[in-house]
């Protein structure tokens, strides 16, 4: 508009007179976030972003070309202003600090009204051309829905509902803004055009704790002097008596409420809540709608008919008020926060005359879709949705379930396409079944499905190249497609079939392969304030703190699972990890020690909680002997790493009396770990051979396994891996760590054939009888592992992938935080000599920029192995490099290797490496010997040839440990933003030798 084209000239001259003799040389900032929300591309149909915070976060990245040289470009300060009315609100000021991350606003600003934000960064010697961004604050409290009320409370039956809104003055509109919290979902169209998303999605949460909004700008929609909005609403998660399984649905119908903000070109400002709007309302055309059942609409139904004069004065609902805007990204063509696209099938069976079977590639997270000019007559078309048919040429049964089916009552009109409303479901197959008086070509182009999840966007690819790189792309690709399926409601599920559950564990198993993958802090938090939601603050209850093992719950927290309840923690502190943001943590700190306390307080001082409830679901073992087996050991190292991230969290937010109290505890519940559960007979945690990989991996991955106890145990999980033939034994707890503590134990090479086992029980064996996503079992049937009377498991859960997806990005990509918010990244690849890929080319999508790693290994004279390992370091970021070198202690004085042209090693020699950069890092402070000459000039990290055993004669022992001869063959430095070619090769045959 031209009100943000002037805002936009203005803040450009106050930061041209504030810094006149700065230099626009370096490129404008990109990926503008407010509150982790992307800034639209465009600020007309395609929305505003919609908070519910006055004190906004923001977030951008300083840009470079990512194949632009290493110049030595940093990051030494940055500016944000923000902009209401023309006149600044808040400037932070030039501040000095290379993290733009999470950025809070200083200044308390305005609800319901809209903002402008610019931001520039600045090397040490240039400045950047300016970002702008736009944000909307919805309401924040109760006041500020301005007494409006919820429509389709009272009367009963109504489900859809026509508003007519008068522009309030002859003024020109500069602006118009509209609240919607519908619990069930809705779906809006304005003067006949479509409002967001035209399908609805329910948000799955307790509703009797919070409901959440959306924010649309429909500025541009209000083009006549009398608007109409038509909103049918959905029951969703909400009204589904399926939903009481978790205490959050029941209600007996959809309810809605809304707010239009409008301001005048003069500054005049109208608020018209629903009550004070013209409203009629009607039993609208979607008859039935459930997540878990299916949605039947009646499409003869126009937009004229059944229309009633509503009082909305009766519709109060005081004990359901919205508190918080859902806050999840924006999708690329609506400010609806979920993502659709088509798929189209990949076969069709005529079954019989009056049913076509449907089959696609994969598995779908959506629903079927008719296709305009398939379908004519007065009958209905029913779709039934699933995963796998029973044999029989029906879809298969879930427990507790009808069919998943949605029905078509079709209209006069065969122009449009026909799809449900307000559910999704998950499917490979669809099943469609014409009734007498309708009819159906059943080409294969009559049906589509839509796919729908939330639309987060994907923040890592990883490729592989040589032998196993086929297998690895495909558990990569099912991973990944199961991640995103479950996370359809806006919170983590476990499946999008049968349950469709906040489960905490498996959240918390999966959250690091997703916070890889996906950019997910807004669902994240969302699932937080969920979890927070649930917790017991009685402060009478025996059980104050606790926390129930799924989110929404259906009762009080009781001593659940503490391999699931540690999701609040672990997951708080992940995003602080991945993200760089304290924010989670402090709006949750109270909480966070409610709950580690609660549980602590439960057992004696200096004992280990241990509670448990599941063990390691779904592991390779009866469940009735699984789950006592290795339930209390699993728990009680997740207590321990909850314990580690309450450290880190306190340490970040600067709570010390806290992190002391933690790290006591921690010494504490370390010692009896392993004087209580460590096994003198079978020399591990575990009590039968089935539980070695899954106790011995969690036992490790806690890290306080005693040094005299570890060795042992190490050799334990080998033996037990070598011994089954690479077959894994874990479940959902054990997946998580089994791959990373193989790798980590200097083990790589028996991971990468764990991860490569193609029969069962394996992630192959899935890939060979065809699987698009992560199964609920190893087996995909019902087995002792998953009783299938009536329950089978399905083919779309994610818990069993959340392990090897972070594996493969942390250990064959080598790319990890290595403080948090990546402020230095870990680009450490692991690369064996002789097992799977000889390439892996791998990107992370950072909150600080795009990272890369790209390594070959090439077979050079038998057994001496040539790596090139390619890196890119964004702006802002500096990098902790271990380099692999595949050649024994023998090798090593024919080994040479350089850095583009520079030459840094040579046989024993050292040669002093000058990097040509502009600018380096401070040279680190180390207690270097007078006669001692580093590798590198200004990078390393340590000296005596950076980890190689061998040290010059002149450098004293105590500086080249003996400690480290683990490490021979890495190489360890540190190099600034940049990008950066190494090769590490030998000019000396072995034979040679």
């Known amino acids: 508009?031209?009100?943000?084209?002037?805002?936009?000239?203005?803040?450009?001259?106050?930061?041209?007179?504030?810094?006149?003799?700065?230099?626009?040389?370096?490129?404008?900032?990109?990926?503008?976030?407010?509150?982790?929300?992307?800034?639209?591309?465009?600020?007309?149909?395609a929305g505003v972003v919609v908070i519910s915070t006055p004190y906004p976060r923001f977030s951008f990245l300083p840009h470079l070309p990512y194949d632009h040289p290493g110049t030595g470009i940093t990051l030494a300060a940055y500016r944000i202003i923000v902009v209401q009315d023309d006149l600044p609100v808040w400037d932070s000021g030039l501040v000095n600090d290379s993290s733009v991350v999470a950025i809070r606003c200083a200044t308390e600003l305005d609800v319901l009204e809209s903002y402008q934000w610019s931001a520039q960064w600045f090397s040490e010697t240039e400045s950047s051309a300016i970002s702008f961004g736009y944000f909307n604050i919805g309401p924040v409290s109760e006041a500020d829905w301005a007494g409006s009320m919820?429509?389709?409370?009272?009367?009963?039956?109504?489900?859809?509902?026509?508003?007519?809104?008068?522009?309030?003055?002859?003024?020109?509109?500069?602006?118009?803004?509209?609240?919607?919290?519908?619990?069930?979902?809705?779906?809006?169209?304005?003067?006949?055009?479509?409002?967001?998303?035209?399908?609805?999605?329910?948000?799955?949460?307790?509703?009797?704790?919070?409901?959440?909004?959306?924010?649309?700008?429909?500025?541009?929609?209000?083009?006549?002097?009398?608007?109409?909005?038509?909103?049918?609403?959905g029951r969703g998660f909400y009204s589904s008596s399926k939903a009481i399984q978790t205490g959050s649905g029941g209600a007996s119908q959809p309810v809605?409420?809304?707010?239009?903000?409008?301001?005048?070109?003069?500054?005049?400002?109208?608020?018209?809540?629903?009550?004070?709007?013209?409203?009629?309302?009607?039993?609208?055309?979607?008859?039935?709608?459930?997540?878990?059942?299916?949605c039947i609409i009646n499409h003869t139904m126009t937009d004229e008919e059944g229309w009633k004069t509503l009082n909305v004065n009766r519709t109060k609902l005081p004990t359901r008020i919205p508190t918080k805007a859902l806050q999840v990204p924006y999708a690329k063509a609506s400010p609806q926060s979920t993502e659709r696209f088509e798929v189209i099938p990949e076969t069709v069976t005529k079954v019989n005359a009056t049913t076509f079977l449907y089959k696609f590639s994969r598995n779908i997270v959506g629903q079927a879709t008719l296709v305009a000019g398939s379908y004519s007559g007065k009958g209905k078309i029913s779709i039934d949705h699933c995963e796998v048919m029973n044999g029989t040429g029906q879809c298969r049964a879930l427990k507790n379930l009808p069919a998943i089916t949605d029905v078509h009552i079709l209209p006069v009109d065969n122009s449009k396409d026909l799809h449900s409303m307000f559910t999704w479901h998950g499917f490979q197959y669809a099943l469609v079944t014409?009734?007498?008086?309708?009819?159906?070509?059943?080409?294969?182009?009559?049906?589509?499905?839509?796919?729908?999840?939330?639309?987060?966007?994907?923040?890592?690819?990883?490729?592989?190249?040589?032998?196993?790189?086929?297998?690895?792309?495909?558990?990569?690709?099912?991973?990944?497609?199961?991640?995103?399926?479950?996370?359809?409601?806006?919170?983590?599920?476990?499946?999008?079939?049968?349950?469709?559950?906040?489960?905490?564990?498996?959240?918390?198993?999966?959250?690091?392969?997703?916070?890889?993958?996906?950019?997910?802090?807004?669902?994240?938090?969302?699932?937080?304030?969920?979890?927070?939601s649930e917790q017991i603050t009685n402060k009478t209850s025996k059980y104050r703190g606790f926390l129930p093992v799924v989110a929404p719950a259906s009762h009080d927290p009781t001593p659940g699972d503490l391999s699931w309840t540690t999701a609040f923690p672990l997951i708080t502190a992940g995003l602080y990890r991945y993200y760089g943001d304290t924010q989670p943590i402090k709006q949750h700190w109270t909480a966070l020690k409610e709950y580690m306390d609660g549980v602590y307080s439960h057992v004696a001082p200096g004992e280990c909680p241990s509670f448990w409830q599941f063990g390691d679901w779904c592991a390779i073992e009866n469940r009735t002997t699984m789950s006592p087996g290795t339930g209390p050991v699993s728990s009680a190292a997740n207590y321990i790493l909850a314990t580690k991230a309450m450290i880190e969290m306190a340490d970040a937010i600067e709570e010390a009396a806290d992190a002391q109290k933690y790290r006591d505890r921690l010494i504490q519940i370390s010692q009896n770990y392993n004087t209580k559960f460590f096994n003198k007979t079978t020399h591990t945690f575990a009590n039968k051979s089935i539980e070695v990989q899954s106790l011995s991996s969690v036992s490790l991955a806690t890290g306080v396994v005693s040094a005299k106890l570890k060795k042992l145990v190490i050799d334990a999980m080998v033996d037990d891996v070598v011994k089954r033939e690479y077959h894994v034994t874990v479940g959902a707890v054990g997946q998580r760590h089994i791959l990373q503590e193989l790798s980590n134990s200097g083990e790589h090479d028996k991971a990468l054939q764990m991860a490569l086992q193609s029969t069962y029980p394996s992630w192959g064996n899935w890939i060979a009888n065809g699987a698009t996503t992560c199964?609920?079992?190893?087996s995909g049937i019902g087995d002792g592992s998953h009783p299938g009377v009536g329950n089978p498991p399905t083919h779309n859960h994610i818990f069993l992938c959340g392990g090897i997806g972070a594996w493969m990005y942390k250990s064959l990509g080598g790319i990890s935080p290595a403080s948090a918010g990546y402020k230095k990244v870990s680009i450490a690849p692991l690369i064996s000599k002789t097992v799977g890929p000889t390439s892996v080319n791998a990107s992370v999508m950072t909150v600080r920029g795009l990272v890369k790693s790209h390594w070959t290994r090439d077979m050079k004279h038998n057994d001496a192995n040539e790596v090139e390992l390619n890196l890119t370091v964004p702006v802002g970021m500096n990098a902790?490099?271990?380099?692999?070198?595949?050649?024994?202690?023998?090798?090593?004085?024919?080994?040479?290797?350089?850095?583009?042209?520079?030459?840094?090693?040579?046989g024993e020699q050292v040669e002093e490496y000058k990097p040509a950069f502009k600018h380096s890092l401070t040279e680190p402070q180390l207690d270097t010997a007078p006669n001692c000459k580093p590798l590198y000039t200004c990078y390393i990290v340590q000296n005596c040839?950076?980890?190689?055993?061998?040290?010059?004669?002149?450098?004293?022992?105590?500086?080249?440990?003996?400690?480290?001869l683990l490490l021979v063959s890495v190489l360890r430095f540190e190099v600034p933003a940049g990008v950066f070619s190494f090769r590490v090769s030998s000019s000396t045959p072995v034979s040679a030798l």
């Open 434 to 532: 014409v009734s007498k008086d309708a009819k159906f070509d059943g080409e294969l182009k009559s049906l589509k499905a839509i796919w729908t999840v939330t639309d987060l966007a994907e923040t890592a690819t990883i490729e592989f190249g040589g032998p196993g790189g086929d297998m690895l792309s495909k558990i990569r690709d099912i991973t990944k497609a199961g991640q995103i399926s479950n996370m359809a409601a806006y919170i983590p599920t476990d499946c999008p079939t049968r349950e469709k559950h906040g489960w905490l564990g498996d959240a918390s198993v999966t959250s690091d392969e997703a916070m890889y993958n996906l950019f997910t802090p807004t669902l994240y938090e969302l699932f937080l304030d969920l979890i927070a």
């Open 880 to 906: 902790s490099i271990e380099l692999p070198v595949l050649y024994s202690t023998e090798q090593m004085p024919y080994v040479t290797v350089t850095e583009g042209t520079s030459l840094v090693w040579k």
């Open 945 to 964: 040839l950076l980890l190689l055993r061998f040290c010059p004669t002149s450098c004293p022992t105590n500086q080249c440990t003996n400690s480290l």
């Open 150 to 233: 919820w429509l389709g409370a009272s009367p009963t039956g109504q489900n859809s509902f026509r508003l007519t809104l008068s522009e309030p003055s002859t003024e020109p509109i500069a602006s118009a803004q509209m609240y919607i919290s519908s619990p069930g979902g809705s779906v809006i169209t304005m003067n006949g055009e479509s409002v967001g998303d035209a399908h609805g999605v329910s948000p799955w949460l307790d509703f009797n704790n919070f409901f959440v909004y959306q924010g649309y700008n429909v500025t541009t929609y209000l083009n006549k002097v009398k608007n109409t909005v038509i909103i049918d609403l």
């Open 1 to 45: 508009s031209d009100k943000m084209a002037c805002n936009m000239m203005w803040l450009s001259l106050l930061f041209t007179v504030v810094y006149p003799a700065a230099s626009l040389h370096l490129p404008a900032p990109v990926n503008l976030k407010v509150e982790n929300i992307p800034m639209p591309a465009t600020t007309d149909k």
């Open 256 to 294: 809605g409420r809304v707010l239009f903000v409008i301001e005048t070109t003069m500054g005049s400002r109208y608020a018209f809540p629903s009550d004070k709007i013209t409203a009629e309302g009607r039993s609208g055309p979607v008859l039935m709608d459930d997540p878990w059942i299916g």
């Open 775 to 778: 199964w609920e079992n190893w």
